[in-house]
């Protein structure tokens, strides 16, 4: 390698970091991915699967905006569901069992064809900045968050410089990563890989505050040693609905799930060993995720509950690996062989990698700014786990936010923040920034305010035209949107305006039966018109949540005047008057952009945003007179 210098540097080859390269790369930034192994891009560390239920949609927004991470899982998935299609649209998830071997090339195979992009190996060792000159303060003697220092670059661990003005960290599990499984800690991000140790240093070097999180991952057993017949299979739909609005169908052959149960036996071998689980010794003290917990911790804190559910998912098409969704578990190699085979059809089930638990450093977001940069340096950008998230999905999500909003700082443009009413996306960032989370987050369709539009199905019409003014969406992926965009105006025309031919779109809402088939064969008999089914379907969906999405729009223009509140970025929050001393700290820690946003912080009242208002109105009404 002879180049050393970029626009753009990015720290680890993970979903983080694969979207913040794709991203910025398609922009036109010079980009280096830096990789401990180059096949390791991709790598799915834990479940080998994408989507569900929140996750889903945001791998629909991903793509939509021009990512990458749809088109790999079409690729690679052998089984494909639709979550919720019992329920109403506005929760329906897609989700996708990858093969663990396919994704990942997949992935490299996409990333192959980005231009201006070097894929360097090695460890990046230390981060390289340089002292900003101090700023003037604002009148009211607060500086507010500005920078002490600017990036210029990185060290790798064999002492090769690379110079950039921007790089983004997006080290997943592996900062300072430590692996347990017992009494046994192994350093490395995940099995059989090392953990990145000094990089946390450089950090703290500059000024940053860091953390420790907890995750894990279940056992993996043989496949030969299931006994099926005692277990429930999950196939996937009839027909397969890819994750990329790019692609049409999923033609490749799918494979069956199955399903299983714990029981008594199980819980009652799980609770005699509690002494030897890392959670529950004191060997760990870091937080884990509560909506994704341990079996240790099922059983405690659910001790009313005599079984749990566990889902045997394929690793692959010739994968001899089953991943045992559901019994995430650090308990002793021992133990994890015993109470696996006192599950149902697993009494003879061997072993092939044990579950563990893994720690590692994350930067608490209070930190951080809605673009994902680092308050405390220039130019510093953090996406993925580093953020205190626990997921694929999320990962993604952020390292496109922060691969675009780097492109977009180096070019001195305004930076691109996605808003909760435009996008599970924007509610994660706004989640993560306004509520640094203790423990790792998850997205849930239930955090989204406004899910009604938010759904996996229009993701295209939210976002897309978003993605084309970044840069990011090609002339193909437009050409395909333009054509389902003016599919769907049309039939909406027609069924609005058809007359005594038309089919009123008042009348399919009052018909619950109504579906694609019915709308198809209506619109070809009367106008003799075909139209795709994809974009039927959207005609149905938002027929039928017309008056649902008025009135959340109605809800959104209320919101946006908070929103469109700004707060100055050097309001010293410590001089106001009625604002109370825990409101003080929260709003300079988080350094809220708007009055929207800081109604969102943990431990702010309407009182104080009252109180806010009041002060930041009379300060505009004097400047104005």
């Given at each position: ?79 494909f569901r639709m979550l919720n299609r019992s329920k109403g649209p506005a929760v329906w998830a897609p989700r996708a069992q990858a093969d663990r071997m396919l994704y990942p090339h997949a992935v490299q195979d996409l990333l192959r064809k980005a231009t201006s992009l070097d894929i360097i190996e090695g ?231 044990l579950g563990y638990a893994v720690e590692y450093d994350f930067v608490p977001t209070h930190q951080t700014k809605m673009t994902l940069e680092t308050k405390a340096v220039s130019g510093l950008f953090l996406a993925g786990q580093i953020n205190g998230t626990s997921g694929y999905e999320e990962a993604a ?178 001089a106001l008057p009625g604002l109370r001393l825990e409101a003080r700290q929260q709003l300079t820690a988080v350094a809220p952009g708007t009055l929207g946003q800081a109604s969102r912080i943990t431990g702010i009242n309407p009182a104080d945003i009252t109180a806010l208002w009041v002060h930041l109105t ?8």
């Open positions: 390698m002879t180049r050393t210098r970029y626009d753009i540097i990015i720290i680890g080859g993970g979903h983080a970091g694969i979207e913040a390269a794709w991203a910025a790369s398609r922009m036109g930034a010079d980009v280096a991915l830096i990789t401990m192994q180059r096949d390791a891009i991709g790598r799915m560390s834990c479940n080998p699967a994408i989507g569900g239920l929140g996750k889903g949609q945001i791998v629909r927004e991903i793509d939509t905006l021009g990512g990458l991470m749809g088109l790999a899982i079409d690729r690679a998935g052998i089984q460890s990046a060792e230390s981060i390289l900045t340089e002292d900003v000159p101090m700023r003037s303060v604002g009148s009211n003697g607060s500086s507010n968050h500005t920078p002490a220092k600017s990036v210029q670059g990185i060290i790798l661990a064999d002492g090769r410089r690379l110079t950039a003005p921007v790089v983004i960290v997006t080290t997943g599990t592996f900062l300072r990563g430590l692996m347990h499984c017992g009494t046994n800690r192994t350093e490395g991000g995940r099995v059989g890989e090392q953990a990145a140790r000094s990089l946390s240093d450089s950090l703290k070097s500059m000024g940053l505050t860091l953390g420790r999180l907890k995750t894990g991952t279940p056992p993996r057993i043989h496949r030969d040693t299931i006994n099926y017949d005692a277990c429930t299979p999950q196939p996937g739909d009839a027909l397969p609905t890819p994750f990329s609005m790019l692609n049409d169908a999923i033609l490749q052959p799918q494979i069956n799930c199955w399903i299983t149960w714990t029981n008594e036996d199980v819980h009652e071998r799980i609770r005699a060993n509690l002494h030897l689980a890392p959670m529950y010794s004191g060997q760990i003290q870091s937080s884990g995720p509560r909506y994704c917990p341990s079996i240790e911790d099922k059983v405690v804190r659910f001790a009313d509950k005599t079984k749990h559910q566990i889902f045997l998912e394929p690793e692959g098409y010739d994968d001899e690996r089953i991943y045992c969704n559901g019994i995430s578990t650090s308990l002793p190699g021992e133990v994890q062989q015993a109470f696996v085979r006192q599950v149902p059809g697993l009494a003879q089930a061997k072993i092939l990698q999500g952020q390292g496109l936010i922060a691969g675009v909003n780097a492109v977009r700082w180096i070019s001195e443009k305004e930076p691109f923040i996605l808003g909760r009413d435009q996008a599970y996306i924007g509610v994660m960032v706004d989640d993560l920034i306004t509520k640094p989370p203790s423990e790792p987050y998850r997205m849930f369709t239930s955090r989204a305010e406004y899910r009604l539009l938010l759904r996996s199905d229009n993701a295209d019409i939210r976002l897309t035209p978003i993605g084309r003014d970044l840069g990011l969406v090609d002339n193909m992926r437009w050409e395909k949107f333009c054509q389902r965009r003016d599919a769907i105006s049309k039939i909406k025309s027609l069924c609005r305006h058809g007359g005594k031919a038309g089919i009123p779109l008042a009348t399919w809402m009052r018909r619950p039966q109504a579906n694609v088939a019915d709308l198809a064969a209506a619109m070809y008999t009367r106008h003799q018109l075909c139209f795709g089914t994809d974009s039927l379907e959207q005609v149905l969906i938002d027929a039928k949540y017309a008056g649902y999405v008025q009135r959340q729009a109605q809800q959104i223009q209320r919101f946006k005047k908070l929103e469109g509140f700004g707060l100055p970025a050097d309001l010293n929050y410590n009379a300060q505009r009404n004097r400047k104005a007179s």
